[in-house]
């Protein structure tokens, strides 16, 4: 019933993320209705995305090959900080804050089964190697070299808790405190209207 | 901050209905990071919908150039029946319930002030144009040929009514009845939980 190539993009649009057939379909008719201009603007911005490539090491999107994004070339960054983070959204929600002077480590989003993928696996890989080469200073001794601290950034949620619960398995030994985003009401949040959970973290990370 | 390439998407892809600037930047580092082979098809899957033209009678979307569109070529479909739709997907909702057998006018999306747009208004023209034409057999006599129905389809909200009102005076003349889709509790659905406005209409047009 649908012409071929509008069932072609609704089948290619309906497996992104967040977005249904339904809403696919609907893309479809507009942007087919949009004009031939319209439509090669749309397919260059897709195809735009070629030229990004990862940050060598935190693998964040950037442009240009096996670089280091701005983040991790920069100096004064705090590299015995580091905070794991699942997109590179939370990451930019983190930097807009400028409350953080460490480095980023993007993990990519995390299965709900708490399992990790095995380029979630080569990350972490990465992430140990660079603490085991770069962070062996005098003060680490002879022992194993250490980040001062490791922020596991994942959402306050079930399953961000339980996928913070598997980094952390991963990462014992690899820093001195491993740390998670504190929770509580909201700035501007009002008391009454806390779900219990909320206000029950508000009081026990009281300070 | 973001590298350009993912403006760019975020800029084009958030200027389509239904996906706000959150969803598009969630997009972007999503399908720049699924590989290139991913990418070529997305963006292909975009430039197909370039071979895409409108059917010349009902405006609906189909492919080849100048021809009409299967529903429009249907020598059985009964040419005096017109349902008039905003959008393809409302087209295609009621194809399937295989329960009409007249032809569509496309007539697209109606702004809330309930004024037309320059193409919304040939749209007509042309549908006026083809009753005229096609429609003025012996018994139309001498006067104004006129369709046997026109159906304007347009949803049961408030502006779907403001709308059906202007096509209607648009349309005053050129069919016998110009009507609208029965509206009452949904099939399934429980008295007890319907809203006021729909029981209210169920009792009006009880059958």
Known sequence: MLPDPIKKFVDVFSQLPSIGPRQATRLAFFVSNSGKTKIKEISDAVSGLAHLTA?????????????LCSVCADPTRNKKLIAIVEK???????????KFNGWYMLIGEL??????????????ASLKSFIQKELSGPSA?????KAEEIILATNPTVYGDLNAATLKKELEGFAEKITRLGRGIPTGGEIEFADEETLGSALERRN
């Open 55 to 67: 940050c060598a090491q935190c693998f964040r999107t950037q442009i240009g090959q096996g670089r």
């Open 111 to 124: 299965h709900r089964n708490g399992e990790l993928e095995p380029e979630q696996k080569l990350r972490l």
């Open 141 to 145: 001794g002879s022992g194993q070299a």
């Open 88 to 98: 590179e959204t939370d990451l930019l929600s983190i930097e807009k804050t400028k």
